[in-house]
């Protein structure tokens, strides 16, 4: 079965998935995990949902202001693995996107810079993005799409606090919060849903050829065509 992060059962920490949401103005972003922290608007933001996608899913689009939060405090274990799926608008410094009232996580740095704590690391860009940064108490590393950006001594983990996302002009379309420090099936399920090109359709022809299941490949096509093809010639040989 692939990979979910409901599959990391207890250590889920934290799990916010814009693929769930209607179409309309965001009031309440839903936690799939058991600790319930959902996040919802306040001072008469409108992040909204259903009119953009990253990758043909739907995404939570904030614009200049918008943003949401906990009235719930989310407790961020030590150690910690974050993941999430974003998009900027906008590449103007110190845009938070994920993060609390008391220590920033993802944001972009005034130099500019992708950051997780006081990493710094890449250029950031107004493509679609998978982000994952993991932190084991004493040591911290940032990743982008995969590869590891920035390391070092910078600590994020282990508070209790408000959780805040949203900032001028961006797009995020999963966030998802994890006790441990194996970040491998996180990253890999984050890549794969919102950056990874979907299979195309079946050719239609071929399903309704194959009882509505999808047809063979055009390899199988010309392999069953050529086996096809022997047996004549192979019928005409012994047949002389």
């Known amino acids: 079965m692939p990979f979910s992060p409901s599959d990391l059962g207890s250590d889920l920490v934290g ?3 814009a693929t769930d949401l209607s179409a309309g103005t965001v009031d309440l972003w839903p936690d799939k995990s058991a600790s319930n922290v959902d996040l919802t608007t306040n001072d008469g933001t409108t992040p909204t949902s259903g009119s953009r996608t990253i990758n043909g899913l739907n995404v939570v689009d904030f614009d ?18 974050l993941g999430l799926a974003v998009q900027l608008d906008v590449e103007s410094p110190f ?9 920033s996580m993802f944001f972009t740095a005034d130099t500019p810079a992708w950051a997780f704590g006081s990493l710094l690391g890449g250029t950031p860009d107004s493509e679609p993005h998978v982000l994952v940064a993991v932190s084991n108490g004493a040591t911290s590393s940032l990743r982008l799409d995969g590869v590891e950006i920035a390391t070092g001594d910078a600590v994020i983990g282990g508070f209790t606090a408000q959780v805040f996302c949203g900032a001028p002009d961006m797009v995020i379309g999963e966030m998802v919060v994890a006790n441990g420090t194996s970040h491998s099936a996180l990253e890999d399920f984050l890549i794969a849903r919102w950056l990874t090109a979907p299979e195309p359709p079946p050719d239609e022809d071929q399903t309704e050829q194959h009882g509505g299941s999808p047809g063979p490949t055009r390899f199988q096509i010309q392999r069953e065509r050529k086996l096809k093809e022997d047996d004549e010639l192979l019928t005409i040989l012994l047949g002389t």
């Open 95 to 103: 845009q938070q996107f994920f993060g609390d009232f008391g220590a």
């Open 64 to 81: 200049a202001g918008d943003y949401l939060y906990s009235t719930d405090p989310l407790v961020a274990p030590t150690p910690l693995v």
């Open 15 to 17: 799990w916010w998935d």
